[in-house]
């Protein structure tokens, strides 16, 4: 009957695992106390030994730099203190007003400074460190969560095809593939190409950013775009001038709306080697 639980429904819900499911599971269990007692857990960004793998020891986690509220709600920025009572309207900064994006919103895990987060990203990008993109992942996912519940697909900022090349890996791929497995959402990783190998952002000013980038992205031939909700992906936002250039792409093919989710990002008028 339908809407009906009957005796034998109830009797196979709370029947016992199987000796055989048992006796995987004390397997899976005895493995991961063995890995652990050969290697055990250390700390992502020190290598400090830790209680559990793929996490921070106290003394990293403490220097983080984790963004948390209050920050500016388009381009996700921390203010420098509260601002008082929320009123209903968006928390907007003074360059969003003045120099609003071409994404709708940005969001990042934590403050690219010296310390953990530049650590983290730097061993991903150059120390062929792919391992460290799950745990990363995850804490995008987290911090990026209410970009990602909206979002109908996750994509990762392209690398020329050049620069794939010589470095063999796409660190946005990675992060990309990761947080959307960590969100439940689909992985898309070329609806953009990067069809111009544009110089170096470092050293450059922000009007030069834009410059450098401009023109430098396309939707890909055929991409499924029109219409859909994207979460791009990065490593690290600077000025934004090479988000800006790609989300423009997505929308110039139809895209709906283009938020932007990285790991760290810049704030203030710091610079550091990326």
Known sequence: ????????????????????????????????????????PTCLACRAATAEADGLCPKCWGAMGFIERP???????????????????????????DDPPVFRRARAVAVFADGPARRLVHRL????????????????????AELLIEADVVTPMPLHRLRLWSRRFNQAAALARETARAAGKPYAPALLQ??????????????????????????A??????????????????????????????????AAQVDVLVFARVVGAGRLSI
């Open 125 to 144: 990008k150059y120390s062929d460190r792919a391992e460290l993109a799950r745990p990363m992942g995850v804490w995008m996912a987290r911090a990026g």
């Open 1 to 40: 009957m339908h809407g009906v639980t009957t005796f034998f429904d109830e009797a196979e819900q709370k029947a016992p695992p199987s000796r055989t499911a048992r006796a995987r599971a004390w397997l899976a269990d005895a493995a991961k106390t063995l890995v652990e007692l050969v290697f055990p």
């Open 221 to 254: 031939p055929g991409a499924p775009i029109e219409g859909r909700r994207i979460v791009l992906i990065d490593d690290v936002l600077t000025s934004g001038a090479t988000a800006n250039a790609a989300s423009r792409a997505l929308l110039r093919a139809g």
């Open 71 to 97: 920050y500016c709600e388009r381009l996700g920025t921390p203010f420098e203190q509260d601002l008082g009572l929320d009123l209903g309207e968006p928390r907007l900064s003074r360059q969003a007003v």
């Open 194 to 219: 990067r069809v111009v190998s544009t110089r170096t952002q470092v050293g450059l000013t922000r009007r030069q950013r834009a410059e450098n980038v401009q023109g430098a992205f396309r939707a």
